[in-house]
């Protein structure tokens, strides 16, 4: 192996990440793949940042590792024995770093497709015509090699029809290559190679893995006699332009492999994903062995439970730890804006996704059933469609209601239920559905500043808070611990006077507020 490229891998693995990747591209492994039972959809994905979060955990050089590693992050596991599994091949990784290494170096060198253009073109774009093979073949192969034979036993002057047929082939060249450029071909010749050189990676904790790669790669062995014509034609392409061109390689290599590439483009997923998987479990290795806060496994348990001790937020530079031992019945969360209600509902979320998907999880302890997480958290109105914020809102919460007829109990963590619409209906309609919700197979956390709400569910949810202190010399100040109870204070008028609004407006707002029946 390359002692310099070690070197570059060596300090990668020791340094923290936070990536900023293109996710209309990193995703289009996922949307290509069959969405699973338990899929997380997109409104959960956003409502929890999970962009961020797998900017985070991601420290792949191939595309495969950052596209399947977003796969995985989407399709959460419901059993046990395969969180096991996948956590034994990352304590793997952590542990033989010559092995990692080994992996990584391949890795490295297939590098980056850049705007994911081989999935695109295994989505919609390969194009097959056996009769341009035909044509092309002829054009390219056995005209030139007739004019060959017969400048050699008749008269050389046959050669100089090499003139016309350069010509026209050129032609033909250009005109196809934009169709053959655009597409990944190219990269799947890479893929291919990579997937050889880690057949040959002989060590007995990367054995299972060896062996699903070369049974995958025996069934496309067509696929790889294209593939390597092209990668070679790709290699001296810049030397031998002018060749390539005259006998039309690049189009009859296309051309014979597309055909072949539809026909075995299940089996070439496979192998993409296998690559993509061992890459991304590396990363978490990479992800864990960086981690200088407290993590821990988690334990599966029967029936409705979520039981975290001193949780954090992977984001957070500074997180603050926060503890919540849930059983049978949803909580109510109160408090003032910016107190860490809207952080604490996405700290669970992401730490049921990290057990679930890679078993661990960022906390002193994890305790909890297998749970579907679907939430509504940042619901957005949609000019385009014509779509309000409150439909949005009631279409997040149906999402909730639809998938209580699953299997799995769902968590559903809820910021500020149905705040896109009047007080009357907002408090009755919101009572109504969380008390629907509390009697099914739901952990729902949901966060609301209505008194009233309070009031009524005080019966079947419990109830804690977020508070705040305020010094008219320091303003505002939180300490983001969740505690037990329902909050009492109400500062969100103190809090415009505290970033500077009129006195004006800060006195008569406090005024209107005290005459407003049920306010205090």
């Known amino acids: 192996m390359d002692s310099n490229l070690i070197q570059v891998l060596k300090h990668d693995y020791n340094k923290e990440f936070d990536k900023n990747n293109k996710y209309e591209f990193v995703r289009r492994y996922f949307d290509y793949s069959k969405k699973e039972e338990y899929t997380i959809d997109d409104e959960t994905w956003t409502d929890l940042d999970m962009d961020r979060i797998h900017g985070k955990l991601d420290r792949s050089y191939s595309s495969l590792g950052e596209s399947v590693l ?10 046990e024995e395969k969180l096991k599994n996948r956590d034994s091949s990352i304590k793997t990784f952590m542990e033989d770093s010559k092995l990692r290494e080994k992996l990584q170096c391949i890795f490295y060198r297939l590098g980056k497709n850049t705007k994911n253009t081989f999935l695109e073109m295994m989505e919609k774009d390969i194009v097959v015509d056996k009769t341009k093979y035909y044509i092309y073949t002829f054009m390219g192969k056995i005209i030139p090699l ?8 008749i008269v050389p002057q046959y050669l100089a029809l090499f003139i016309p047929l350069s010509f026209i082939n050129m032609i033909i060249s250009y005109n196809e290559s934009k169709e053959i450029k655009a597409n990944g071909i190219y990269y799947l010749a890479g893929i291919i190679k990579a997937g050889k050189k880690l057949v040959g990676v002989k060590d007995d904790n990367f054995q299972k893995e060896r062996e699903e790669l070369k049974a995958v790669i025996n069934k496309i062995k067509p696929v790889e006699r294209g593939t390597y014509f092209i990668s070679i034609i790709n290699m001296w392409k810049g030397a031998f332009e002018a060749v390539f061109f005259i006998f039309l390689i690049e189009e009859t290599a296309y051309y014979l492999i597309s055909n072949l590439l539809l026909k075995e483009k299940d089996s070439v997923m496979e192998l993409y994903f296998i690559i993509g998987k061992v890459e991304a479990l590396i990363s978490i290795a990479g992800y864990k062995h960086n981690l200088k806060t407290v993590i821990s496994k988690p334990s599966f348990v029967e029936g409705l439970n979520l039981n975290i001790k001193n949780g954090i937020h992977p984001i957070l530079k500074e997180p ?11 909580i109510v969360l109160t408090g003032t804006n910016m107190a860490g209600k809207s952080t604490f509902l996405r700290m669970v979320g992401v730490n049921i996704l990290l057990a679930q998907c890679f078993y661990f999880t960022q906390a002193e302890s994890y305790e909890a059933s297998f749970l579907n997480i679907v939430s509504s958290i940042s619901p957005k109105d949609d000019i385009e469609s014509g779509k309000s914020y409150y439909m949005a809102e009631a279409e997040g919460i149906l999402r909730i209601i639809k998938a209580m007829s699953r299997k799995v109990p769902v968590f559903c963590p809820i910021d500020e239920i149905f705040r896109g619409t009047n007080p009357i209906e907002r408090i009755s309609a919101s009572a109504e559905i969380l008390s629907y919700l509390n009697k099914g197979k739901t952990i729902s956390i949901v966060a609301t500043h209505d008194r009233e709400l309070v009031d009524i569910l005080k019966d079947s949810y419990d109830f804690y ?3 705040e202190k305020i010094d008219k010399k320091k303003g505002l100040s939180f300490d983001y611990k969740i505690k037990e109870g329902i909050s009492s204070t109400r500062n969100a008028i103190r809090l415009l006077e505290q970033i500077g609004y009129p006195k004006e407006i800060i006195d008569k707002a406090f005024k209107r507020a005290e005459s407003i029946d049920g306010f205090i």
């Open 320 to 330: 603050v730890p926060n503890s919540i031992n849930i059983h049978n019945k949803g």
């Open 146 to 153: 007739i004019i060959i034979l017969l400048s050699i036993f």
């Open 70 to 79: 977003y796969y995985l992050l989407r399709n959460p596991i419901m059993e």
């Open 465 to 467: 808070y977020f508070s």
